[in-house]
């Protein structure tokens, strides 16, 4: 019988999907070891005078959880639900993905709760240095990279590596990645989640049985479903469903991405967006399409809703969207899940050449770095589809045992 309860617990999650993976290729005892739990978990609080005058504490977190590979690397989420269970899986996952994309990097996560719409932007900019303040001692460009993810910009980025300088005097700018052009980020890095998405899709397209032009469902505008909706959109597919937060729209005809987040800018809401049916998230998940893409939260696909999905494809674009429970469902319904370990790489990836630039004095223009990205992750889809197929595993497996044979070799 399917275990249920953990089911919405990430850490657990991505535990699981780790030992399903040597159920199928057995893997070196103590990478199994040392992957069982973080190198080292931090909570920090972060006081922050806020702009009525009174002081307010938040709850900060950075975990280091593996750096076989290199330095510990991964984003920084700013939420109102994140918090360690998360932050833990978040970096876990970090861990397998720079292992999937053969980079010379680590795992790590880091994050505050906080819903940072709530803030001003003193007060956003108080506590993204803040959260420096706290933890500078524990980064450096070969111990721990952190770089932007839900919620956090290179603006955020920009204040945070602008303090790490002030207080340690490093002056590479390679302490942080996901940077603006004009502070030290590298070409394409914004666009490179979407980007590397879409290259990866691209790559296995055709051996998934997927026409050349596709319909295409987005559960999220931020910056990766914003993006992957647009380059979808400009590569000749369909965008037939969008969604924010709140709920979605659908046009069995097509939606103009451009359209419909200009219409989101104004009203803040898709209700209302002409020509489409509105509908819950739940909704959109369940519509027919050729291709599903979750770039939101972890957990929307689960043992509830994989039944109903009628997707040819599912593209993971945000990290843990769908759980085991989940997995084993839709890969007995022949419905492929391209994992989040691959699918979403492209930010890590470009994240890496940004920190290589830095290191080296170098800016690499905009064609070097998407040739790069293209280059590396289609060979990386290409293996993991290739040996799913050999072993007869779904594509999460594959890819795990892909970064397990790789971290064993340096461990
Ligand atoms: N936050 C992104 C991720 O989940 C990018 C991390 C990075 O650039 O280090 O992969």
Not at 49 to 58: E, K, P
Not at 128 to 156: C, F, H
Not at 157 to 165: H, V
Request: glycine share 10%.
């Amino acid at each position: 019988m399917t275990t249920l309860i953990n089911e919405s617990n990430p850490f657990t999650n991505a535990l699981s999907q780790l030992s399903r993976a040597i159920k199928v290729v057995s893997s070196n005892d103590d990478i199994i070891k040392r992957l069982a739990s973080p190198d080292r978990e931090i909570k920090a609080s972060i006081p922050v005078i806020m702009d009525s005058g009174t002081l307010q504490i938040f709850e900060g977190y950075r975990v280091q959880y593996c750096n076989i590979l290199g330095p510990y690397k991964g984003g920084i989420r700013f939420h109102p639900d994140t918090n360690i269970d998360e932050v833990k899986a978040l970096a876990l996952w970090m861990t397998i993905k720079t292992a999937v994309m053969d980079l010379p990097m680590g795992g790590g996560k880091g994050g505050i709760t906080i819903d940072p719409k709530k803030l001003s932007k003193t007060e956003l900019e108080k506590l993204s240095r803040g959260w420096v303040q706290k933890l500078y001692p524990i980064l450096g460009p070969n111990v721990d990279v952190p770089a932007p993810d839900m919620n956090t910009n290179s603006e955020i980025i920009g204040w945070m590596s602008d303090e790490y300088k002030n207080l340690t005097g490093e002056k590479t700018g390679a302490t942080f990645t996901g940077k603006s052009l004009d502070d030290g980020g590298s070409e394409g890095r914004t666009q490179a989640t979407g980007l590397g998405g879409f290259y990866t899709f691209d790559a296995i397209r055709e051996q998934a049985g997927l026409p050349i032009s596709c319909k295409v469902i987005i559960q999220g505008m931020g910056n990766v479903g914003g993006y992957a909706a647009q380059i979808f959109h400009d590569n000749g597919h369909i965008i037939i469903g969008m969604s924010d937060s709140k709920g979605g729209i659908i046009n069995p005809l097509g939606l103009n991405p451009s359209e419909v987040e200009n219409y989101k800018k104004e009203n803040g809401t898709l209700a209302g967006f002409p020509n489409a049916k509105y509908v819950t998230n739940e909704e959109l998940l369940t519509t027919e399409t050729d291709v599903l893409i979750p770039a939101a939260l972890e957990n929307q696909i689960t043992h509830t809703n994989a039944n109903e999905i009628k997707a040819k494809l599912i593209l993971e674009l945000a990290n843990g969207p769908t759980t085991p429970e989940a997995d084993d469902i839709l890969f007995a319904r022949g419905i492929p899940v391209v994992p989040d370990v691959l699918a979403n790489a492209g930010g890590v990836t470009v994240s890496t050449f940004e920190w290589e630039q830095n290191l080296k004095g170098e800016h690499w223009s905009e064609v070097v770095v998407l040739e790069k990205l293209k280059s590396s992750i289609q060979n990386q889809a290409q293996i993991i589809w290739k040996s799913s197929k050999e072993l007869n595993t779904d594509l999460r497996r594959s890819a795990f045992i892909l970064a397990l044979s790789r971290l064993s070799k340096k461990i």
